[in-house]
């Protein structure tokens, strides 16, 4: 499209107040979209990488369709395009010994513990939850922990609450999972590790996806 996309402003709420003032109602959902695509793609230029062909492609065909199909076809490419990307990030961060190792046999259990380790250290909303329910050994009340949130990231930390809540939901589920010894879904550990890279509503888009198919996968297990 030819609008401003989400680099041309400071913060992501100026870019959502653009697109609810300037952009016709019509045609908002696409410009979200879109602007989901840009922010992807600038993930690929700061890195120097060429922005895949075949994305570049779908792009050019998803141009000349009519809403709603455009919409829902950009939405489906954006989710194609950010498991590509989290491969090119996580591939990029492990050296070659650390591939052959993560490529050697390791249970389900050993790769969870791995990714909760990770998220402790690197990610720190669900640092915040952890830090929480290790200093109460696991005696969590529900509206301590809601106004905990809100002294910690403050009362206008609306979209830092809900994702760190969902935080806590995923832990959970997580533990859960090591626990049973159950293995994770295809590419749930990569999307994971680097979930809490993303801002504005891409990273909840992403967390309640995570959630749903971690949640849809214990599911299965149990009915199994």
């Known amino acids: 499209m030819d609008s401003k996309t989400p680099a041309d402003f400071g913060n992501h709420n100026d870019w959502i107040s653009y697109v609810r003032d300037q952009i016709p109602a019509a045609e908002r959902a696409y410009a979200l979209a879109c602007g989901r695509t840009e922010l992807f793609k600038s993930f690929y230029e700061v890195r120097k990488q060429t922005f895949p062909l075949e994305f570049v492609q779908e792009l050019a065909r998803i141009r000349l369709l009519c809403d709603p199909a455009r919409t829902d076809d950009l939405e489906s490419l954006n989710e194609r395009i950010f498991v590509s990307l989290t491969d090119l990030l996580f591939n990029e961060s492990q050296p070659k010994i650390a591939e052959a190792a993560v490529s050697a046999s390791v249970s389900p259990r050993e790769q969870i513990q791995e990714l909760l380790d990770h998220l402790e250290k690197k990610n720190?909303?669900?640092?915040?939850?952890?830090?929480?329910?290790n200093e109460l050994a696991g005696d969590i009340d529900a509206g301590d922990w809601e106004r905990y949130l809100y002294q910690e990231l403050g009362i206008d930390g609306g979209d830092e609450v809900a994702f760190t809540n969902a935080m806590m939901e995923l832990d959970r589920l997580l533990l859960h999972f090591r626990d049973k010894n159950l293995p994770l879904p295809k590419?749930?550990?990569?999307r994971t590790w680097f979930l809490h890279y993303l801002r504005g509503p891409e990273r909840m888009l992403q967390t309640r996806s995570l959630l749903n198919t971690l949640t849809a996968e214990l599911g299965a297990c149990t009915s199994a």
């Open 124 to 133: 720190p909303y669900f640092a915040l939850w952890t830090a929480y329910k």
């Open 187 to 190: 590419y749930f550990f990569e």
